[in-house]
């Protein structure tokens, strides 16, 4: 559980957790339907979601903004409740990724709508849910810094001082003193090794960690006057907003005509008010293997080993097994990762290329880039056991009190066989209730629907038959999630 200071004073932030990446770097682990800032990368017990809101409850706040992916929203929904964080948390969600830009758009208008502070000018503290930070103490003293610049009109980043000459980072040139941070001279592109060589020696030179802190106001001032296409877009997709359950949504069509952009390039690269605030916490965007690897703990062998792995003459690796006995022998400098349907082998130094093979599982229609075989759903999950071309064996989970659509399928019928827990199943015009080791067949074509009333999670195993098997052969005529 995350603990917050709920007292509201002068002080007073809204965090604003951007959750929209694609983390394509981190395949096979990260895919289209569970990226990386919902999975467990740099702890066994959180998500780097839940880290981030972890990271901020020292923080005085007691109103969060977070925005998302629409397929992202249930998974964001509850990981977020585990923390026991639901009731502080405003969830908008993106009909299409449109880079940081909008998406802080969207936020800034909530905050100013909705959200508030004590002296009516929300301060927006922006950060990513999938970035590492080792010194939660140092973190927190440059965010106190920082609300003193953006009280004052400031636009105000964080850059990291850099400990090596990085080139999957971008930078930050820092110039005079101002009050807690310095003046933004230029904000430089990710550099070859020789470059960014160069602004290690030349000092002054910061990586670019793509947080930052301002008003609400300051923002959309800014955002109309450099980038106004973006500013109007999101201003009447803000205002074609309709609630649903607990989520926010804008208008659809108004944001995905909205330009794609990030903050650097739409404001920060144009802008007088800029400020940065150095920081040297520990900082990461775990971006790819290697950066996770050069941010984990090492043996004495200089590797990174998780999971159920066995090594001999390996070293300068980070090898991960998700799933079974992975081993390695007379190897360096790689990385390794095996995960329930993919393995993925290369040297650390390719780990920015591994956005290639992403490339061509979607050039060849495979699915391996848009979901693991463990599928998480509102109502439970299920893991596919085995695929072929006519029929799938699928491992259904129902948490207790949850309930599948109603809906009919055109291609495939299904037979439910219930392992443990009871069944609440509707069958055309029938409704009975199964118990363990009981069954039911679904012809094609017939509306029908699922429930766990229990107590415990139901436990079921479904076989699908049919010619074409697709999640995208559903049509439902009811859902308590909101589910078109």
Not at 388 to 396: A, F, L, P, S
Request: hydrophobic share 35%; glycine share 8%; net charge negative.
């Amino acid at each position: 559980m995350i603990r917050r200071d709920p007292n509201s004073g002068i002080d007073m932030i809204i965090p604003v957790i951007m959750a929209g990446g694609a983390g394509t770097r981190l395949w096979p682990l990260s895919r289209k339907q569970k990226p990386k800032q919902f999975l467990n990368l740099l702890s066994p017990d959180y998500s780097m979601l839940q880290t981030t809101y972890q990271r901020i409850s020292g923080l005085k706040w007691n109103k969060s903004i977070l925005v998302c992916n629409e397929e992202h929203r249930f998974l964001a929904a509850e990981q977020i409740r585990k923390l026991e964080m639901a009731s502080g948390t405003d969830i908008i969600l993106e009909p299409e990724g449109k880079n940081t830009a909008p998406t802080v758009a969207l936020a800034a208008h909530h905050a100013q709508s909705n959200v508030g502070s004590a002296d009516g000018e929300p301060i927006l503290l922006v950060l990513s849910a999938d970035h590492e930070i080792n010194d939660i103490c140092g973190f927190e003293k440059a965010v106190s810094k920082a609300i003193t610049l953006a009280k004052k009109g400031k636009l105000v980043t964080f850059g990291t001082i850099p400990s090596r000459p990085e080139t999957g980072y971008g930078y930050i040139k820092s110039g005079a003193a101002e009050d807690e941070g310095f003046e933004v001279v230029a904000f430089e592109e990710k550099p070859d090794l020789k470059r960014a060589t160069e602004f290690l020696n030349t000092g002054g030179y910061l990586w670019n960690t793509g947080m930052f802190m301002f008003k609400a106001s300051t923002y959309l001032s800014e955002l109309q006057k450099y980038a106004g296409d973006i500013h109007k877009a999101c201003e009447q997709a803000y205002q074609k907003k309709a609630h649903d359950l607990d989520f926010v949504r804008v208008g659809a069509s108004e944001f995905i005509n909205c330009p794609s952009n990030s903050i650097d390039y739409a404001i920060m690269e144009h802008t007088k008010l800029s400020s940065v605030i150095p920081i040297d916490v520990g900082w990461s965007d775990v971006g790819s293997w290697k950066t996770l690897w050069d941010s984990s703990d090492k043996d004495s062998d200089n590797n990174v080993i998780l999971g159920d792995v066995l090594t001999t003459d390996t070293q300068n690796s980070y090898i991960r097994a998700e799933n079974r006995l992975v081993t390695t022998i007379g190897v360096n400098d790689l990385i390794v990762i095996e995960s329930q349907d993919s393995v993925l082998v290369a040297p650390k130094s390719a780990s920015e290329r591994i956005k290639d093979i992403v490339t061509q599982l979607q050039t060849n229609n495979r699915h391996e880039h848009i979901s693991h075989p463990l599928v998480h759903r509102p109502w439970g999950h299920y893991y596919s056991i085995f695929k072929q071309d006519r029929y799938q064996v699928k491992h259904i989970t129902v948490k207790p009190g949850a309930k599948l659509s109603t809906q009919m399928h055109h291609h495939r019928s299904e037979h439910w066989i219930i392992v443990s827990g009871a069944a609440q199943v509707t069958k055309g015009e029938q409704s009975f209730l199964l118990a363990e080791n009981e069954s039911t067949y679904i012809p094609i074509g017939t509306i029908h629907a699922l429930e766990n009333p229990g107590l415990i999670p139901l436990e079921l195993i479904e076989v699908q038959a049919g010619p074409y098997l697709g999640e995208d052969d559903i049509i439902r005529f009811d859902d308590r999630y909101g589910r078109s």
